[in-house]
């Protein structure tokens, strides 16, 4: 598949790197030639300087012969003509990368897509929905849900006091039917592990499992964590991300929101009706005290730097609050975010490009994530041919990838936890657990 990708920057990078991966023909478009040249330095794309909004250089890229456009640079304006130019000029498909919220609105997604947009992406959006479904699973440093929440995928670290360290998961098997559940993956330090039967976990091992919703709050009991009820929000800083945070958590939290601009201050007054705007030092610890923070339930850290917001949330853990997330930029502090004592690390150029990234698969793919720090990505599979192999054997005599594990089945409106014993049909959405290497057979399989 020819995929052209227009900006060259984190999130067009993170693209490039998936999708090399997956042996695509990537040509990449910036105006920028350092970032080009490092980029052709770790990628085997083909690079092309240029303003992509131009015909000129679109026609350089042969536009014409794109199944996929991915208009990603940081100028909004840009990425739409962009898209708009490359689906006129014969591109199959073209998605944007957006910052106003307003063009996500229903009547505007289709005034762009008459106009040859077929996709708009906000990673501002797209991050400020993942800390509210953070938030509203405190317990759990990662959450993702399918089909509408009929089953979750949940991450959480396991202290010394979890009744399941250094116990072995076969010895463990007798209860996860109990509690409708399974292990998919496990990040132990910077390596990540499919388990099986003989995995001892251990503490500080970042385990992952997918359950049914009304199985959660027995979760929670089984794995050990400290249940908390959340009513006090403190965000740090006035960023964009923080308004649209703070615009979703203040319908049911109470939110204090700290920000050194005072004319930012007076903007999100003006916007935000329910949240405690302060205008302080978001660096003064002794004003932070003040405002509150050793009553706070969720400590957010969104400044617009990365290791500003992971001091932050560290000090908040340090007087007390229960759940901390942190805003990064560069993409390798999300390796370590179960390492540091953040719970949480948030990248939003990350979020944006995994979910770009769901238009390349093949397969019939209805959601895909990739997890903080973890070499593996979670895939939403629909069965859809009936003569499809895997519809004719029960899961275990299936030649699945060993690097790969079904966590869970969506069958109309019934969510299943499969066994060995478990046999697909047409229509089944299935939710799969794989690291890299295994996706192109899985893709094979679900084709």
Not at 19 to 46: G, K, P, R, W
Not at 257 to 268: A, N, S, T, V
Not at 276 to 288: C, K, P, R, Y
């Amino acid at each position: 598949m020819k995929i052209i990708i227009a900006g060259a920057g984190d999130v067009g990078f993170h693209l490039a790197e998936m999708l090399v991966h997956e042996n695509q023909d990537i040509s990449l478009i910036d105006v920028d030639q350092d970032v080009l040249d490092y980029a052709s330095t770790h990628l085997d794309v083909m690079t092309i300087r240029g303003d992509s909004a131009s015909i000129q250089t679109l026609e350089q890229a042969e536009v014409g012969k794109a199944k996929l456009v991915l208009a990603v640079t940081t100028s909004e304006t840009n990425n739409l003509v962009t898209a708009i130019l490359a689906k006129k000029m014969g591109a199959k498909q073209a998605v944007a990368r957006v910052t106003n919220s307003e063009y996500l609105a229903e009547s505007q997604r289709k005034t762009f897509k008459e106009l040859g947009v077929d996709s708009l992406i906000s990673p501002r959006k797209l991050a400020a929905k993942e800390i509210l479904r953070l938030v509203n699973r405190a317990s759990f440093t990662d959450v993702f849900e399918f089909e509408d929440g009929k089953i979750s995928l949940l991450g959480i670290t396991l202290d010394d006091s979890s009744p399941l360290v250094n116990r072995r998961l076969k010895d463990l098997k007798d209860k996860f039917p109990e509690f409708g559940l399974r292990m998919i993956g496990i990040l132990r330090g910077n390596q990540t592990l499919i388990p099986k039967g003989d995995t001892f976990l251990k503490s500080n091992d970042h385990i992952y499992l997918i359950t049914k919703n009304e199985n959660i709050d027995n979760l929670e009991i089984f794995v050990g964590p400290k249940k908390s009820n959340i009513r006090n929000i403190m965000i740090l800083g006035g960023t964009g991300l923080a308004y649209e945070t703070a615009k979703l958590l203040e319908k049911n939290y109470h939110l204090t929101l700290i920000e050194g601009d005072k004319d930012q201050c007076k903007i999100l007054a003006e916007q935000l009706h329910k949240t405690l705007i302060i205008n302080g030092d978001t660096s003064n610890v002794e004003l932070l005290k003040e405002e509150g923070l050793a009553n706070m339930d969720v400590f957010i850290a969104l400044m617009p730097n990365s290791e500003t917001n992971i001091i932050a949330s560290l000090t908040a853990k340090n007087h007390g609050v229960y759940k901390t997330i942190a805003q990064v930029e560069n993409k390798e502090y999300t390796h370590i975010s179960q390492n540091i004592g953040v719970d949480t690390l948030i990248n939003k150029k990350l979020i944006a490009a995994n979910n770009i990234f769901r238009h390349v698969r093949k397969g019939r793919v209805e959601a895909i994530f990739s997890l903080h720090g973890v070499d593996a990505e979670v895939i939403e599979f629909v069965v859809h041919k009936k003569n499809n192999q895997l519809t004719k054997k029960p899961l275990k005599a299936l030649h699945f990838p060993d690097k790969a594990l079904i966590g869970g089945v969506i069958r109309g409106n019934e969510s299943l936890i499969p066994n060995g014993d478990f046999q697909l049909k047409v229509n089944d959405k299935v939710i799969v657990f794989s690291l890299h290497e295994a996706i192109g057979k899985l893709e094979r399989l679900f084709r």
